[in-house]
């Protein structure tokens, strides 16, 4: 069973990048089939999209967000990353990692990790 | 964009009711369309899948129906364990993203 872990840090600084990392077990990226993505929830609210990468490297982000995102992938170590640039407390919030398929159905997720951007 | 709506933003029920979440698109989705459970604390979790496909493992007591831009999540007999908050999310305008509702969440009468 494919199982995702989120990890970074728990704290950033008000215009500074957020960069979270999703570590992949139990299944191989580079198999192709998936989409692995990058999902957002502020605190008490609903779920934002905020992109996915599939294992060739091929992105998409919510537009929205489009300017200060980067989705990344690294085969070799099973994992994929998230960078937010000029980050504001607007984007506290639990981000989780997931993943989905071609039909856009989100079949696992991470646990999720609380991002606090705070001076 | 394609916006998501649900209604209503909130319930209360009993256990054993039966529970209905209408999840609204702004535009035809066709059945493009996921529910969600989600429970405090926790990632959210696939129940229904193209509109009104049952993930793996999820009880019979959910199903989902509709197509176009109208839809409905219902759980048959509400067990103390359904008691969270469902969320509907389009995947029609994949890969070029999708969208979640706003949520619905049920709590205890």
């Known amino acids: 069973q494919v199982q995702l872990q989120e990890s970074g840090p728990g704290l950033v600084k008000p215009s500074q990048t957020l960069s979270l990392t999703c570590t992949v077990s139990g299944g191989s990226i580079s198999s192709g089939g998936y989409y692995w993505s990058w999902i957002r929830q502020h605190p008490g609210k609903g779920l934002e999209w905020i992109g996915y990468?599939?294992?060739?490297?091929?992105?998409y982000y919510n537009p929205s967000l489009k300017s200060r995102v980067t989705i990344s992938v690294d085969t070799s170590k099973n994992q994929f990353s998230l960078k937010l640039s000029s980050v504001t407390a607007a984007d506290t919030a639990v981000y989780y990692c997931?993943?989905?398929?071609?039909?856009?159905?989100?079949?696992?997720w991470g646990q999720g990790t609380l991002v606090t951007v705070s001076s | 964009d394609i916006q998501m709506t649900q209604s209503p933003s909130s319930l209360s029920a009993s256990v054993g009711d039966r529970v209905t979440i209408t999840c609204r698109a702004s535009?035809?989705?066709?059945?493009?369309l996921n529910w969600y459970q989600q429970k405090p604390g926790k990632a959210p979790k696939l129940l229904i899948y193209a509109a009104s496909s049952l993930q793996s493992g999820v009880p019979s007591r959910f199903s989902g129906s509709g197509s176009g831009t109208d839809f409905t999540l219902t759980i048959s007999s509400l067990q103390p364990e359904d008691f969270a908050t469902y969320y509907c999310?389009?995947?029609?305008?994949?890969?070029?993203?999708?969208?979640f509702g706003p949520g619905t969440k049920v709590d205890i009468k």
């Open positions: 990468i599939y294992y060739s490297g091929s992105t």
């Open positions: 997931a993943r989905g398929t071609f039909f856009g159905v989100v079949i696992s």
């Open positions: 535009q035809s989705i066709s059945s493009y």
């Open positions: 999310q389009q995947s029609y305008s994949t890969p070029q993203g999708f969208t």
